[in-house]
């Protein structure tokens, strides 16, 4: 399954119904970062990427140098709705240093406190081993693997300590139908790994 990622560094105007034709199965959207930025576009794209009969998913891009976990998931879990079947389960986006495990799982442990649903786990491959973690984070690792970056999906090497992925982000350069200007694209071998029930 095709899916995009979308935040405010995409602008618009989005066209879903083009998406869809085009072959992309779902959407993740930016909701929040840190403690005191939620994406003004997230509202409005869920509703109309839902409308024209995409999943969604709403992610948190983890700003770990600058606060407590607990904090962040607060405010993430403040601005995200009440999930449906149309919705995917939420994602932790992790790429900024510290790389550090244990802020994941404290994150993850406080979303699933208040909606019993483990986040994915979204990061790079060089930061997924920069983790060091001893077992996996999160419920399936949605791994950021380029290649060329050429829009074309090449092999890539899933990081230890996970044995396998759910979604690989293939390219940070895809031209899709309905979005202007070049998106993220990811290919999700396991979908149904992502359903909130």
């Known amino acids: 399954m095709l899916v995009v990622d979308l935040s405010n560094n995409n602008g618009g105007p989005i066209d879903f119904k083009q998406m869809k034709q085009a072959g992309v199965g779902g959407v993740y959207l930016k909701c929040t970062e840190g403690v005191n930025f939620a994406d003004r576009n997230f509202a409005e794209w869920r509703r109309g990427a839902q409308a024209a009969g995409l999943r969604t998913g709403a992610y948190h891009f983890a700003r770990p140098d600058r ?7 607060e405010w993430f879990l403040q601005h995200l709705p009440r999930l449906t079947t149309k919705d995917w389960r939420p994602c932790l986006d992790y790429e900024t240093h510290p790389a550090d495990a244990e802020w ?94």
């Open 67 to 73: 606060n407590a976990p607990e904090a962040e998931a």
């Open 104 to 197: 994941a799982r404290a994150f993850d442990h406080a979303v699933h406190l208040r909606i019993n649903l483990f986040p994915l786990f979204y990061t790079y491959a060089s930061f997924a081993t920069e983790l060091r973690a001893t077992e996996p984070v999160g419920a399936g690792l949605w791994l950021a693997s380029y290649g060329r970056n050429d829009g074309q999906e090449h092999a890539y090497s899933v990081p230890r300590p996970w044995k396998s992925i759910v979604g690989h982000q293939f390219t940070s350069s895809a031209r899709i139908a309905g979005v202007p200007g070049r998106v993220d694209l990811s290919n999700f071998t396991k979908p149904r790994s992502l359903d909130t029930v």
